[in-house]
């Protein structure tokens, strides 16, 4: 469901992977008896229009059902905590302008990109 790299791409207003995101979700949270049905069918060839015409915006996530919103806050959670450093930390350093000039062009960059990753993570736990 989540394809090769095994992770869901999120982007600054919607999730950019939002077929695998909203399948993955949808049979995460299903019951057994709908699991069964799901595995019977191979999945939902018939989605209706209005599923295949939404996307998963920052305001679609927060509509979210309690479940899905529980399972997407507990992996954002998880994926934060496989970082080093916290928001915060990365804040700081950025803010330090003697200690940031210390760090490598390459270090730099990959701040600010653990910067931007976690901010947009962060405004994923405020949405759920």
């Known amino acids: 469901m989540?394809?090769?790299e095994g992770a869901f791409v999120l982007g600054w207003d919607e999730?950019?992977?939002?077929?695998e995101l909203s399948t993955t979700?949808?049979?995460?949270?299903m019951s057994e008896e709908?699991?069964?049905?799901?595995?019977?069918?191979?999945?939902?060839?018939?989605d209706s229009e209005e599923e295949e015409?939404?996307?998963l915006s920052n305001?679609?996530?927060?509509?979210?059902?309690?479940?899905?919103?529980?399972l997407l806050y507990d992996s954002v959670l998880l994926t934060l905590e496989s970082y080093g450093s916290d928001l915060k930390a990365e804040q700081d350093l950025l803010n330090n302008k003697e200690a940031f000039e210390k760090l490598s062009r390459r270090e730099q960059q990959a701040l600010?990109?653990?910067?931007?990753?976690?901010?947009i993570l962060h405004q994923l736990l405020e949405l759920v």
């Open 2 to 4: 989540v394809g090769e």
């Open 15 to 19: 999730v950019l992977t939002e077929e």
């Open 25 to 29: 979700l949808k049979v995460l949270c």
């Open 34 to 46: 709908e699991f069964k049905e799901y595995k019977e069918q191979d999945g939902w060839e018939d």
């Open 53 to 55: 015409n939404s996307t």
């Open 59 to 70: 305001e679609a996530l927060s509509r979210l059902k309690t479940p899905c919103k529980e």
């Open 112 to 119: 600010h990109v653990r910067y931007g990753q976690k901010r």
